[in-house]
């Protein structure tokens, strides 16, 4: 069986799953593959540099990401063009991995977080989808203390993602991670047992 697994930054995803890894859960991480797809000697780092120039590569020839980050943040058509460089071969390489777990071990789970999954138009790869929520007071107040943003920065990080409250509604599973872990653990095992896993 295949899920897919989304939120909002700062949700508390990388949690959730962690907790189904823990449980026996196969995880496909789609920001790893992303990160993957970045590492020197790969084409899709290669057709980057292209496009963006090599000052987007540090002196070891790997990237940097404060950089790019800078250069696509504030221009949506270089946040496309990159996006359209990258998202063909990550979305392959998640497609490959969740199928050979899936094949490799039927009766289990494959989880498959995926931050921009509404985004990216990949919620048919799925026939249930998680959605991790938090309510958005609760994201900003997250993302603010985790990455050191004033509050201004948070929101424009929120304001590039779907609304949290429309991947709730959109959500075939809510696990609610606005308490404490201990709420959080019993919503991911009453998942579980209903998945009928274990």
Known sequence: MIMGLTGGIASGKSTVSALLVNKGARLVDADLIAREVMLPG????????????????????????????????????AR?????????????EIK????????????????????????SGLE????????????????????????????????ERLKAQLDIELKRSKASVVIDNSGDRTQTESQVDHLWDRLGLS
């Open 42 to 77: 790969h084409p899709v780092l290669a057709a980057v540099v292209e496009q963006f120039g090599s000052e987007i590569l540090l002196p070891d020839g790997a990237l940097d990401r404060a950089r790019l980050g800078e250069m696509i943040f504030r221009q949506p058509e």
């Open 124 to 155: 048919g790869l799925f026939t249930e989808i998680v959605v991790v929520y938090v309510p958005r007071e609760i994201q900003l107040a997250r993302l603010m203390e985790r990455n050191g943003l004033s509050r201004e920065q948070a929101e």
């Open 80 to 92: 496309q063009m990159l996006n359209e460089l990258t998202h063909p071969a990550i979305r392959q």
């Open 96 to 119: 490959d991995r969740m199928y050979r777990l899936d094949e490799e071990d039927p009766e289990g789970l494959v989880i498959v977080d995926i931050p921009l999954l509404y985004e």
